[in-house]
């Protein structure tokens, strides 16, 4: 048994040195928090002090001792860290942004705390207290203003919205939940909007990108595409110079969902209705136009039904 011992610490003592000098690639951080060398998870992720500096507990027993130890230790944190300063820099840069007027710098700050999303309506005192220059130095950072969320785009990508899945879960204390796995593969599968899950942690949404919106959790880069798409519509008027409505205008200071729309988010009928009334808009469900009738080589013209509209919508008061 000893001599079974002695050869068994050589093999331990040889893998150590093959993972204390391993190269980037060849460790990966799995959705449940695992830090895996050639498919061997050798340590896993706790939550630290901050969010964005996660602790690396090494799974070794006695057998592998200093120094070998500790130079995987070393090796590992520094994978760490360096995973998550190339992954998530704008939330270092946000947080590093001394140059920054102070109101700018506090919403930097909640920006970075909240992990690159945070809802317009929460910091919209301080999002007017900000000047042209305020604006164009945190948009020099990488954030966007939106209609309805402030965010940072680059971290809409799979790889860092996956990540950020994983340190939200180390601070809550889920990371095993089958929901951060849900969630990472829900961002790199490119869609723009999914029914809520009740079993999801809701700000599990937020922290990859979506944002909950009636009985659709949407992107919110998508949410911001929308936006665009009827603030013309609502603000159109006719003109000597352009008479002809544009698809989906309507009188009244509303609009009419367009195919555009529902191919945006992916949804359509209710779904839809529900995404435009958690964002302010009343729905009105109205006929459409009548048709007018196509000539037919019968001498009696046929009478063509009356299709109902998908809706019309018009902003709340």
């Not at 996660?54 to 500790?70: H, K, N, Q, W, Y």
């Amino acid at each position: 048994r000893l001599a079974a011992q002695k050869a068994l610490a050589g093999e331990i003592a040889e893998r150590a040195e093959r993972v204390a000098t391993a190269t980037n690639a060849d460790v990966v951080l799995a959705s449940d928090g695992s830090l895996r060398w050639q498919g061997s998870a050798v340590a896993r992720l706790v939550a630290g002090d901050d969010a964005l500096r996660p602790r690396v507990i090494l799974l070794a027993d006695d057998m592998l001792v200093a120094p070998g130890r500790e130079r995987v230790q070393a090796r590992l944190e520094l994978w760490v860290a360096n995973h998550c300063e190339t992954l998530l820099k704008p939330l270092f840069d946000l947080r590093a942004a001394e140059t920054l007027a102070p109101a700018a710098r506090g919403i930097a700050f909640r920006l970075a705390e909240n992990l690159g999303t945070i809802d317009r309506a929460e910091v919209a005192e301080e999002v007017r207290g900000l000047d042209q220059e305020a604006r164009a130095g945190m948009r020099a950072l990488g954030v966007r203003f939106g209609a309805y969320n402030i965010y940072v785009p680059q971290l809409l990508k799979p790889a860092p919205s996956g990540l950020l899945a994983i340190l939200w879960a180390l601070k809550n204390g889920s990371v095993e939940s089958a929901s951060v796995a849900e969630l990472t593969q829900l961002a790199s599968s490119g869609r723009t909007s999914v029914p809520v899950d009740p079993a999801v942690p809701r700000p599990l949404y937020r922290i990859v990108g979506y944002r909950i919106a009636g009985n659709r959790a949407v992107r919110v880069d998508i949410l911001e595409r929308l936006a665009d798409l009827i603030r013309p519509l609502i603000a159109w008027r006719a003109t000597p110079e352009q008479s002809v409505p544009p698809d989906g205008a309507a009188p009244g200071n509303g609009f009419m969902v367009t195919v555009s729309m529902t191919s945006l988010l992916g949804c359509s009928g209710e779904d839809f209705a529900s995404v435009l009334r958690s964002l302010g808009y009343r729905v009105e469900r109205k006929p459409a136009p009548p048709k007018p009738a196509e000539p037919s080589a019968d001498p009696v013209a046929e009478t063509l039904p009356e299709t109902p509209q998908a809706a019309t919508e018009s902003p709340s008061s």
